[in-house]
């Protein structure tokens, strides 16, 4: 019988190495032999660019374009259409319709065997019978204030795509109360507040109060408060309970505490609240709240909470000790976000933490703005699709929350020139899904197409 030594089981070893590493379809050298077909890029309403990689030794591709996953028909001229380089442009298509696309490669005259098959949805031209609340079935809310909902250009489409409204002003602490009387009272100004309650009655639309206690919006009063803690605490008392209780059956959804968090650091914010009223100051402006109505929904609401875990956490466990009192319904995630950030799978993780804790959600302030790094002068179509996939996922992630857990998703302002962005930054930016000739834009048609996949 032959003996084999170590230097044959070597040999061998090594050539079986050699063949399987032959076979990787990553060689550098021998490359794939069938072509790989890419996602689609750049896609717009009327048409995308379809890409894919080499294949090893081909001088060309055929490629077939067939709006049937089985390319049982082509799409004219895409049945084998022949391409030397690695992508098409594909031109005058359908909006918001599904197409197919494989590739061939062509080595030594003949064809290889077919790629993958790539899906991709034209994106969407909204009809006037596509409104953002026809398609949702949670309130879509937009932020408004008494000059625009008198405006009628502003009240007509308020009126077309919204049934729900948040104050962006008139509802906060410095809207209302003007300062103290003689004998101490609070002095206060409903002028501004009840134009926008009357208005949500008049449309019969959901009204989020927005927001009674905000580090923001302190009045004079407050801020340089000479007397003691405890008349602090019962002026803030007197507040919450006179607002709330004039708005009773009318408000269906307070702010009660807005951005108690300090950025980064997880610890709150040193506010005049904190000071005079202590570190519980949420959980006794919750209670007066509650006492002064028992069924209007409560909420915590506060921004970067799907980016800074850390601020996230902190705000949570406020919310925790307002659960087991039983004095809190919901969560604001304000969303005042950018076209590249957060990622879908992050926000989905941040709405996880008020899911578990059968809290309502509510995205209460979107806009997704696309020049915060200053890069841009001009509002780009390559910015505009992708402030339009932004707003899809947050949308998408949204919509697929459990029924019981969803309220509402509102946007922070209509129409692009109407964004406090461009008063809080020097930079241009067009963050809202309107444009300043109140028209539809891309981020409009990406929140629709999130709602009909
Ligand atoms: C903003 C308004 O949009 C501006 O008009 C105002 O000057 C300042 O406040 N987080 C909130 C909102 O909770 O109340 C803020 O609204 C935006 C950030």
Redesign the pocket.
């Known amino acids: 019988m032959k003996k084999y030594n170590f230097k044959h089981i070597y040999v061998a070893v090594l050539c079986l190495f050699f063949a399987v590493s032959c076979s990787e379809d990553n060689d550098p050298v021998i490359g794939p032999l069938v072509p790989k077909a890419n996602e689609a890029q750049d896609v717009k309403t009327t048409g995308f660019t379809a890409t894919w990689g080499r294949v090893f030794r081909g001088t060309a591709y055929q490629l077939d374009v067939s709006e049937t996953s089985d390319f049982s028909t082509f799409l004219d001229g895409y049945n084998s259409k022949e391409i030397t380089s690695f992508l098409a442009v594909i031109e005058e298509l359908d909006d918001n319709t599904n197409y197919y696309y494989r590739v061939r490669g062509i080595v030594d005259g003949v064809a290889t065997p077919n790629s993958n098959v790539v899906a991709v949805k034209t994106r969407l031209i909204p009809g006037d019978d596509l409104t953002l609340k026809g398609e949702a079935d949670f309130f879509v809310g937009v ?1 408004v204030s008494p000059e625009r909902v008198a405006d009628p250009a502003h009240d007509e489409v308020y009126q077309r795509e919204f049934n729900s409204i948040t104050a ?2 008139a509802m ?1 602490m410095r809207s209302i109360f003007k300062g103290l009387d003689a004998s101490g009272n609070i002095i206060y100004d409903w002028t501004e507040s009840d134009a926008i309650v009357d208005y949500a009655e008049d449309n019969g639309m959901n009204l989020h109060g ?2 009674l206690v ?1 580090h ?2 302190v009045p004079d009063t407050l801020a340089n408060f000479g007397g003691s803690n405890a008349e602090f605490e019962s002026i803030v008392e007197d507040y919450i309970t006179t607002v709330v209780d004039r708005y009773e059956g009318k408000v269906d959804s307070w ?1 009660v505490v ?2 108690a968090v300090e950025e980064g650091s997880g610890g709150l914010r040193a506010s005049v609240f904190v000071q005079k009223m202590g570190v519980d100051f949420a959980t006794k402006c919750f209670r007066f709240a509650r006492n002064a109505d028992p069924v209007v929904k409560l909420f915590y ?1 506060d ?1 970067n909470m799907t980016t800074d875990s850390a601020k996230r956490n902190a705000a949570l466990s406020i919310v925790d000790d307002l659960i087991a009192e039983d004095l809190i319904d919901g969560f604001g995630f ?1 969303m ?1 976000i950018s076209f590249n950030f957060p990622s879908k799978e992050e926000i989905e993780t941040a709405a996880a933490d008020l899911v578990s804790r059968n809290l309502l959600v509510h995205f ?2 979107l806009d997704v703005r696309v020049n915060a790094s200053a890069d841009i002068t001009e509002f780009t179509e390559e910015r505009s699709l992708a402030q339009s996939d932004k707003v899809r996922d947050v949308v998408e992630v949204y919509d697929a929350l459990p029924a019981a857990n969803k309220y509402a998703l509102s946007i ?2 209509l129409k692009d020139d109407d964004s ?1 962005i461009l ?2 930054f020097p930079q241009d930016d067009w963050p809202l899904l309107f444009d300043e000739e109140f028209e539809k834009k891309p981020a409009f048609s990406g929140f629709i197409e999130a709602l009909q996949n």
Request: charged share 35%; glycine share 4%.
């Open positions: 932020a962006e002003n906060k927005h927001a905000w923001e919006s702010d807005n951005e609401n921004f304000q005042h209460s302030e922070w302002g406090w008063d809080r």
